[in-house]
């Protein structure tokens, strides 16, 4: 008897179209949580997917863990409890993984090298590439970022944004699938990464970020559409922000209502 001549019919997974077109998930963490000696729960059981090409602001007060939260995704410190994937593969502390790029809040803290050209290239250089190739990285990072005239500058000489360009400049050489942004203070116009910025700039979150995720004592207290979020003034204040100007509505002055009422005719 034929093995396929059954009177019920094998079963079969046909993908569908949403299979085809959901993007893949960029970032998963599960029950996570770390503590610092001098200061315990600064992460409780945080849970979260990102997918990749979403544009995630991370919002809360200072000390709320922002920054601990990048650290961990990235490898710079171990998490006590709770698993951390990049693509599906799990983050081991201080394993190098070229697919993230960590821009720190201070960009004094990655640069290093004697010339903006030399800083860009390190990265490239560390991967194995060809000269011919790292060329065309650091060629591509100076035109992206507009700070080919500051190529053969030392860093240090640099003011504050120039040297964040320059921090830029050298994770776009290589080539991240995903950036983590702590406080930028430059904008990035590349636009195909993952994005994770932590920033107190509710204005600019609002403009650039698809999805935020509000943090407070260690846990995500909301997570959602940027406007629905940040314009609830009473979830907001109840964690120490405020909702952004652009969202709070804006009511007539009373000495423009009145000078708009006197130009108007009068009747009879």
Known sequence: MNQFSSSTPPSVS??????????ATAISLHNLSFSYPDN???LVDISLSIREGERVGL????GCGKTTLFRLICGLLPPQTGTIQLFDQPV???QFRSEIGFLFQDPEDQLFSPSVRDDIAFGPQNLGLSEAEVTERVEAALELTGIKALEDRPP???SGGEKQMVAIAGLVAMCPRVLLNDEPTASLQRSDETLLLASHDLEFLLEVCDRVVLIDEGRIIADGDPVEVMGDQTLMEAHGLEKPHS?????????AQRDRLAQLPLEG
Request: glycine residues 4%; without cysteine.
């Open 92 to 94: 081991q502390p201080n």
């Open 247 to 255: 969202l709070i509505p804006h009511v007539e002055p009373h000495h």
């Open 40 to 42: 315990p729960h600064i």
């Open 59 to 62: 919002i809360g007060h200072n």
């Open 14 to 23: 046909i993908p569908t179209a949403k299979d085809f077109l959901t993007p």
């Open 156 to 158: 240090h000489h640099l």
